[in-house]
């Protein structure tokens, strides 16, 4: 006969969770759109402060005024304030944006500010986007980009549906949209001094 004696038995449990960061010292609602987390989103005309349409409260102004803007909380489209890194980035005649980063390589960030923002964004009733550039660090780091365009593929708008031409060729008329460009940042002085910078150029048929 064989006698199994019990051995000794022991277990352990761990937990693990993060904490949820609250901002304690701001009543500030929005989102804060990091582009990496984003990248595989299609973008229509390149526009990386349009990510804010994925936020509550944000839909499109589409045929409202403006260049490049949106309706938040059901506020104006000319009452956003838009900036990059900080600067004031609005068109003064038409309101919107003065500048669209259609560059997303180069953005690191989109901050959207929807509600209950600090006094140093008081000129807006509506929302504050600022958009953030990359900046270098001490690794050298870049990267290329190409993107091709055609208007074979599109579907024909209402007002291109009054064309003749277009009905008769039953897809919008010939065009080609050509984008390229690069990055490329990192150490000037490690850990003092660093670089970045972009380009990005357009060629349309």
């Known amino acids: 006969d064989v006698r199994l004696e019990v051995g000794q038995t022991s277990s352990m449990i761990e937990v693990t969770g993060e904490a949820q960061m609250l901002q304690t010292d ?121 993107l091709l365009d055609v208007t074979n593929d599109d579907a024909i708008t209402n007002t291109q549906g009054l064309s003749a031409d277009v009905v008769k060729r039953g897809k919008p008329l010939y065009g080609l949209d050509h984008y390229y460009g690069f990055t490329l940042g990192g150490p000037i002085r490690k850990n003092q001094t660093f670089f970045f910078g972009s380009f990005q150029d357009q060629r349309q048929r």
Do not use: C
């Not at 804010?52 to 102004?61: C, E, I, W, Y």
């Open 26 to 146: 701001a009543p500030v609602r929005g989102g804060t759109i990091s582009l990496t987390s984003y990248a595989s989103l299609p973008l229509a005309n390149r526009d990386v402060a349009q990510f804010a349409l994925t936020l509550p409260g944000v839909v499109t102004n589409r045929f409202g005024w403006g260049v490049g803007t949106f309706s938040v909380n059901g506020s104006r489209g000319r009452s956003n304030n838009f900036m990059v890194d900080g600067v004031e980035n609005n068109d003064v005649s038409v309101a919107g944006q003065l500048i669209q980063v259609t560059n997303t390589d180069a953005i690191a960030e989109v901050s959207v500010q929807t509600s209950n923002f600090d006094a140093e964004f008081g000129r807006a009733g509506g929302v504050v986007v600022n958009t953030i550039t990359k900046q270098g660090t001490n690794d050298l780091h870049g990267s290329v980009m190409y």
